[in-house]
């Protein structure tokens, strides 16, 4: 079996939710916050080595502070899917937290759809969420982040977005009454558009509701998964790109943080994709102050063999850097 198969068949137990180093840089041991954006490292960075069982969550804050000298983490809920139910995984993990000093900003949660169309299915999913709320109240959170639609699901925008102010709202409820925002990212379906996924949050007008926008989840139209997980996904097709500039100007006001995705980089350190400097431009003149997410993805097609990505840690430190010098 070559790399690439051994790999996808390994990831492919995770579901997706029913987005250059050869010495370290003295940089990297800088403080976190550069131009008063504090930087934060998701777990989804590390996503292959948590796919193949070679790393833990009770272990990433540590990562991320000792070999990023990063302070600040997010959490990808399907890393720990079997620990939700044990309040003592989170307590112990929050003590591994404080002992270092390390914030924990929010969980990226991949659960039920709060937008499905069908109104029972729906409402199971609301409630579903809301484990992931006291998990992230048990670890000092400010925000879980939440999907307003599938992989597999259908429907008009406009249908969707009536499902979505439904759970949404709902969800909400719970949030707030746990003092909790729940964010939404760009991530699949009708919401990888960013004026749809804009006026959801015009509509309801919530202390607690915003989004995280990710640079690199644009896509509003893509061939269909085979399988209903990260594999699948991961082998589909983008047909129809949403601006991705636009994409962010319109979220931007609403944004409780920020996903700064990145793929792949040329010789001088930059995203071979994306503009990091008119993005940056775009999140300073929206008069945001927050956490800027490092969120690299191509160290998955690194771990299957694809040439032209660079491995987790490479990846990481160059989106740092990438970051830094986008300020």
């Not at 302070?71 to 112990?92: H, L, R």
């Not at 992230?136 to 999907?147: D, M, P, T």
């Not at 644009?218 to 699948?232: L, Q, V």
Request: with cysteine; proline share 2%.
């Amino acid at each position: 079996m070559n790399k690439r198969r051994k790999f996808i068949k390994q990831i492919g137990l995770g579901t997706l939710g029913t987005g250059l180093l050869t010495t370290l840089p003295n940089s990297l041991y800088a403080n976190s916050i550069a131009n008063n954006y504090p930087i934060s490292l998701a777990q989804f960075s590390l996503a292959s080595e948590f796919f193949m069982g070679k790393h833990n969550t009770l272990e990433f804050p540590a990562r991320a502070q000792k070999d990023f000298g990063v302070n600040i983490v997010e959490y990808v809920s399907m890393f720990f899917a079997d620990k939700m139910n044990d309040p003592s995984f989170f307590k112990e993990l929050k003590l591994r937290t404080d002992d270092l000093g390390v914030t924990n900003h929010l969980i990226m949660v991949d659960d039920e759809n709060i937008a499905d169309l069908d109104k029972t299915k729906r409402e199971h999913a609301v409630e579903s969420h809301y484990k992931f709320v006291d998990a992230a109240k048990i670890l000092g959170c400010s925000s879980i982040r939440v999907n307003l639609g599938s992989l597999e699901q259908t429907g008009s925008a406009e249908a969707v977005a009536d499902a979505a102010l439904e759970g949404y709202s709902k969800l909400l409820k719970y949030g707030d009454d746990h003092d909790m925002n729940i964010i939404v990212e760009n991530h699949v379906g009708h919401s990888c558009n960013g004026k749809w996924l804009a006026n959801i949050m015009k509509q309801l007008n919530h202390k607690r509701a915003g989004v995280l926008p990710d640079f690199g989840n644009f896509c509003i139209n893509r061939t269909k998964p085979e399988t209903m997980d990260i594999a699948g996904y991961m082998n589909t097709k983008c047909l129809e790109q949403y601006d991705m500039y636009l994409g962010i100007e319109e979220l931007m006001p609403y944004a409780k943080g920020v996903s700064a995705k990145t793929h792949k980089f040329d010789a001088q350190g930059n995203e071979t994709e994306m503009d990091y400097k008119r993005i940056f431009n775009i999140i300073e003149k929206s008069g945001f102050n927050g956490i800027i997410g490092i969120e690299y993805e191509g160290g998955l097609m690194h771990a299957q063999g694809i040439e032209g990505y660079v491995s987790n840690e490479e990846g990481i430190i160059a989106t740092k850097n990438l970051i830094q010098k986008s300020m």
